[in-house]
């Protein structure tokens, strides 16, 4: 049998009715067993790439196929997806909409049944998958009850029990929590080292593919624009970053110590070989003191905005989400809020806006009980914006849209007109005043509800999630949104699972688990927290990994929070 | 995130335990002879019996709750209307007073109207709550094979299965939609039926679209996990779809006495209006 698993031969394709080809002239040739690690921007045609391995696309969808794909010798316009999915198996991005049965043994038994395995043989195959993503023991639980990482791991086991050869996995751990992305990770990582089963596996962690990956594949306006090693693949910044693709952090520092091409023969990407390469480095850089602007924060002595005094949440179920939380936050701070799924984070921050009332404790927004306000009233000083945009537009129009919340409070007609001119403008959104906002892309219509939040003028904006399923640019144009809005003076609440992309943008960080507020400092000394941040399963970004190895901790030793900071205090003699 | 499933019942019980179709057999019979039967009694009856079903069977106090808010200002338009304009309508009750702008003076309310009403309320509910009472009490998988071993077609019970999944999935979606608007200022709760209406208008295009952007991706899904819609495969839990001896004289007597009401219908007349 032959070790070329996955054969593309000079593959083009294009949607049907659409104009432009989704993937463009892509060959590959992937080994039995191999890790292949798919990277690029939104829309660079990644989730097509995936659904061409078990012929989606084009049985599915039709539209114009050229050249040829073979995985494990069946070629994929031959054979049909029912076909195919046995050697194929397939992990989405959304949890919840992969997991169709009501039993945890029946998911993984669904493909099976599919198939018409002999009832023993299901039941052989189904302990055996559950053993391999380690759910065994969870066979009657309903799906529902699982975490995100559970629910993922389940939809893997799902994927084995067909015995595939080829395992793919689009984008599987983006909305997840860091202990859910951790958990799918060992689990892929060690059905690819134990089993042998090939993996190809898109994410946007440069960190965990610079680690796990035997190959990289950077995609981007559906051309193949690198394939390499991860050790190679990442030298070429330049091209990563111009694609989107953000290089691991370790690779950033030193390539802002030794800017110089050829002052190393290649920079590190990962943190166990940044740290032998710093040991190697003679004579070896020291820190430099350097100064950062991390007095108290400007808004310190500013008056409390939002205030929780031991406040309790007990969900109807029993759920306990909030077990005395007394937190308070000042105008003009840039607050972040991060820790695991069910830790708490959304449950604390909608009792600002009376989506919820408080089972014990008090909520006090702008010095008064919150129980004073209506939701519709709060709105009006505090926004909060939601990750899904699609479930918070409802006109016609991005005009209508922006004007809907003014419309409501009943602002006369001129004002409505005025502000909804201003918040377009202030969005860069004015050309598509007279758009249908679904017409527009995703980071468009995300700025669309910023926009229509923003309309009512409100003081305080909370964002819940806004980066997850983001790719760095759309992360990062968010987060400049934030900032933006920052300067001006709001005051700004960030609910996230992305640690590294805070530096820069949040002063304050508030952790939280288990309903309880763990941790609450400024952003230099709270990442430096990590044994306490460990402790509620979140890893420190790896640049601060790296500064803690090197430099011992100490009341004294720096706190560098980026790759340019730390590059800036290490300085090679 | 919404979730996929419809949470059926924390708790077993008689109903519960029974074969998926002896529940089916129910829900029919229920279903049919409401409105076979004319009889005010017969039907409320029969109403009393799902209800008493629903609750004994540990079915969702809040569930019950949110349907009956759902169906009241309907069933009280149908009633008023059927007591207002209903042909069969004789005992007059009270004429409308003479402020009720344009029917006022003119219309008058009548015994028989309002008693038709009762029964047109009996008919719309009993099937409504009767539908909930056998979908939650059942395991959705025990459903697909229950309606394939009454010879429906594969692919329709998967999609009647689809379909129940996709009813938590709405609500939790609607509730996402509320939620967003009155976070732009909208105060639903201080306004009327009426002015509500376009309220709920304006939910549906997220609505719909979000909808059938889900069944994309759950076909998408269900074609990775090698499903192709054919009858032929095989069914893990067929051994929890199986007929106790209970479920055979349920069956048995079910089937009595639907024949039995629509014989005495037909021959003896029961059943029929009284006002």
């Not at chain 1, 969870?138 to 990482?149: D, I, M």
């Not at chain 1, 109807?316 to 708490?344: F, H, M, P, W």
């Not at chain 2, 179709?21 to 039967?37: E, H, P």
């Not at chain 2, 106090?61 to 149908?78: D, E, H, Q, Y």
Request: net charge neutral; charged share 15%.
């Amino acid at each position: 049998m032959s070790n070329d698993i996955v054969v593309i031969k000079d593959f083009s394709y294009r949607y049907a009715s659409a104009a432009e080809f989704a993937l463009h002239d892509i060959s590959l040739t992937l080994r039995r067993g191999e890790f292949l690690g798919v990277m690029g921007p939104t829309g660079a045609g990644k989730t097509t790439f995936c659904l061409t391995l078990n012929g989606i696309v084009p049985h599915f969808y039709g539209g114009d196929f050229y050249g040829s794909i073979t995985v494990a010798g069946l070629d994929t316009v031959e054979h049909p997806t029912y076909q195919l999915a046995q050697c194929v198996g397939m992990v989405f991005q959304d949890p919840e909409m992969q997991l169709t049965a009501p039993t945890v043994a029946g998911e993984v038994a669904f493909a099976l049944e599919n198939i018409c395995l002999p009832v023993d043989e299901i039941k052989r195959r189904v302990p055996a998958a559950l053993m391999a993503v380690r759910l065994e023991g969870l066979e009657e639980k309903h799906p529902h009850q699982l975490s995100g990482g559970q629910k993922q791991r389940l939809a893997i086991a799902a994927a084995l029990a067909l015995q595939p050869d080829v395992l793919v996995l689009d984008e599987p751990t983006s909305q997840l929590d860091p202990v859910g992305t951790d958990e799918v990770f060992a689990v892929v990582r060690e059905l690819n080292r134990s089993q042998g089963i090939t993996i190809i596996l898109v994410s946007h962690a440069s960190e965990e593919i610079a680690e796990y990956a035997d190959r990289v594949m950077l995609l981007a306006g559906g051309k193949l624009l690198a394939l390499a090693p991860p050790t190679e693949f990442f030298q070429n910044s330049e091209l990563l970053w111009a694609n989107g693709v953000r290089p691991p952090e370790v690779t950033q520092a030193f390539q802002r110590l030794f800017p110089v091409p050829g002052s190393l023969p290649t920079y590190p990407v990962t943190l166990p070989q940044a740290l032998a390469q710093y040991n190697q480095i003679q004579p070896r850089p020291t820190f430099l003191p350097v100064i950062y602007a991390n007095g108290r924060p400007p808004a310190a002595e500013n008056e409390v905005v939002l205030q929780t005094e031991n406040l309790h949440y007990t969900y109807d179920d029993g759920t306990q989400a909030l077990k005395g939380v007394s937190v308070a936050i000042r105008r003009g701070e840039y607050v972040a809020i991060v820790g695991q799924n069910g830790g708490g984070k959304s449950t604390l921050v909608r009792h600002f806006l009376h989506l919820l009332t408080a089972t014990e404790g008090r909520v006090n927004v702008f010095g008064k009980d919150v129980n004073t306000y209506s939701v519709s009233e709060l709105a009006q000083f505090i926004g909060y914006v939601s990750q899904n945009p699609d479930n918070q537009i409802f006109s016609d129009t991005v005009e209508r849209e922006v004007a809907f919340a003014l419309t409501n409070l009943r602002f006369p007609k001129d004002e409505v007109q005025r502000r909804v001119a201003t918040v377009l403008q202030d969005m860069e959104l004015e050309w598509a005043a007279k758009r249908h906002p679904l017409t527009l892309s995703k980071g468009d219509r995300s700025r669309i509800v910023v926009a229509a939040t923003l309309a009512m003028q409100p003081e305080v904006l909370i964002f819940d999630e806004p980066t997850t399923g983001q790719d760095y640019k759309g992360a990062q144009a968010i987060l400049e949104l934030t900032r933006k809005l920052h300067q001006a003076g709001k005051t700004i609440i960030v609910i996230t699972h992305h640690l590294y992309l805070l530096p820069g943008y949040a002063e304050r960080l508030l952790v939280m688990g288990k309903g309880q507020l763990l941790l609450d400092n400024s952003l230099r000394y709270a990442f430096y927290e990590t044994a306490k941040l460990r402790e509620t399963f979140l890893t420190a970004p790896q640049v601060i990994r790296l500064a803690e190895a090197i430099q011992p901790q100490s009341e004294a030793a720096l706190r560098p929070l980026t790759p340019a900071e730390l590059a800036a205090a290490l300085v090679a003699q | 995130m919404p979730s996929m499933y419809v949470q059926y019942v924390s708790r077993p019980s008689f109903f519960s335990r029974l074969d998926v179709r002896v529940k089916l057999l129910f829900m029919f019979l229920v279903s049919t002879l409401i409105l076979i039967w004319d009889n005010i009694f017969y039907q409320g009856a029969m109403f009393a019996v799902v209800m008493a079903l629903a609750f004994s069977s540990h079915i969702d106090r809040a569930l019950i709750r949110k349907l009956f808010a759902v169906m009241l200002p309907f069933t009280v338009v149908m009633i008023l209307i059927q007591g207002l304009w209903s042909p069969i309508g004789q005992t007059v009750l009270m004429t409308l007073p003479a402020w009720v702008p344009f029917i006022g003076g003119k219309l008058a309310l009548h015994w028989e109207g309002l008693v038709f009403g009762v029964m047109v309320a009996f008919r719309l509910l009993t099937p409504i709550f009767a539908l909930p009472l056998v979908v939650m009490t059942t395991d959705v998988n025990d459903l697909v094979v229950g309606l394939v071993r009454l010879r429906v077609p594969y692919k329709v019970a998967f999609i009647f299965s689809i379909t129940l999944r996709f009813v938590p999935f709405i609500f939790t979606e609607i509730g996402a939609i509320t939620e967003a608007q009155r976070l732009r200022g909208l105060a639903i709760e201080k306004m009327n039926f009426f002015r509500r209406i376009p309220i709920f208008a304006s939910m549906l295009v997220p609505l719909i679209l979000g909808s059938l952007l889900k069944a994309q991706t759950l076909e998408i899904v269900l074609q990775s996990k090698a499903f192709s819609g054919s009858p032929q495969r095989t069914f893990l839990n067929e051994n929890g779809v199986k007929l106790r001896p209970v479920d055979y004289a349920l069956l048995i007597g079910e089937l009595i006495f639907f024949v039995g009401a629509i014989l005495t219908r037909l021959i003896l007349g029961w059943g029929g209006f009284v006002a």
